[in-house]
């Protein structure tokens, strides 16, 4: 079945430092990705996504990847800001499955 | 356009009670679901409707109803709330329920926090 594998948390990191949150899944066919973000006391929120190979997903500064051949969709971003800290969900909807599928979430506490 | 919304914000309810959490989206969207959020855990399916009169089993749906009274609505009920059932809920909604949507986009409410002392 499909999965999506995001590392462990939680990213600490100082204002205006560069952000990676690895993501990579095992999914049917070719899968639309998604990185949906949590702010604390909210709900989830699509952030960006892809839906073919090669494409990027960009916005408020956030960008990832569609990479087929390693099977990821990374977040990055190249400095961030206090008010981005919140949990960080990587998603793929397959073509093989009914409902989206979630990983367990990364949080990222950025520090003045 | 207010999107997903979600009642109560907050209950702290006594183990043995029942409650129904109330959810409603406006977007006339086919497909609703419920998840509950704990830590280290992310997200796990309770239930899902593909349709307005379809109710499914997700991952977790033990102690745990649902009712789609009509394509807007879908509630959760606990109908007795053991401590275990602490948790956040949060209810989403999807424009279709095909294996081909992969594009489309859940859309979340704010959540319910629960309580069960």
């Known amino acids: 079945g499909d999965s999506v594998t995001q590392m462990e948390g939680p990213v600490t990191l100082s204002e205006e430092a560069f952000l990676t949150i690895n993501c990579t899944y095992t999914?049917?066919?070719?899968?639309?990705l998604f990185w949906y973000v949590q702010y604390p006391g909210e709900g989830l929120q699509l952030l960006l996504k892809?839906?073919?190979?090669?494409d990027k997903g960009s916005n408020k500064g956030f960008e990832a990847t569609y990479r087929k051949e390693t099977t990821s969709f990374h977040l990055e971003k190249g400095s961030v800001q206090v008010s981005d800290s919140a949990v960080y969900f990587c998603?793929?909807?397959?073509?093989?499955?009914?409902?989206?599928?979630f990983g367990r979430g990364t949080s990222l506490i950025v520090h003045p | 356009n207010a999107g997903v919304t979600q009642t109560p914000k907050f209950q702290v309810l006594k183990t043995g009670q029942s409650m129904t959490l109330q959810c409603a989206q406006d977007?006339?969207?086919?497909?609703m679901y419920w998840y509950r959020q704990d830590p280290g855990m992310g997200l796990r399916l309770i239930y899902y409707?593909?349709?307005?009169?379809?109710?499914d089993k997700g991952e977790v749906p033990n102690g745990y109803n649902v009712s789609r009274l009509n394509k807007r609505e879908f509630s959760l009920r606990l109908e007795s709330a053991a401590p275990s059932q602490t948790s956040v809920y949060f209810c989403?909604?999807?424009?279709?329920?095909?294996?081909?949507?992969?594009?489309?986009?859940?859309?979340f409410g704010p959540g319910t926090r629960l309580l069960v002392l």
């Open positions: 989403a909604s999807r424009k279709t329920f095909e294996k081909t949507s992969g594009q489309e986009t859940q859309y």
């Open positions: 999914a049917t066919g070719y899968p639309s």
């Open positions: 892809a839906t073919k190979a090669d």
């Open positions: 998603a793929l909807k397959s073509g093989g499955s009914y409902i989206p599928t």
């Open positions: 977007m006339n969207h086919n497909s």
């Open positions: 409707s593909a349709s307005e009169g379809t109710t």
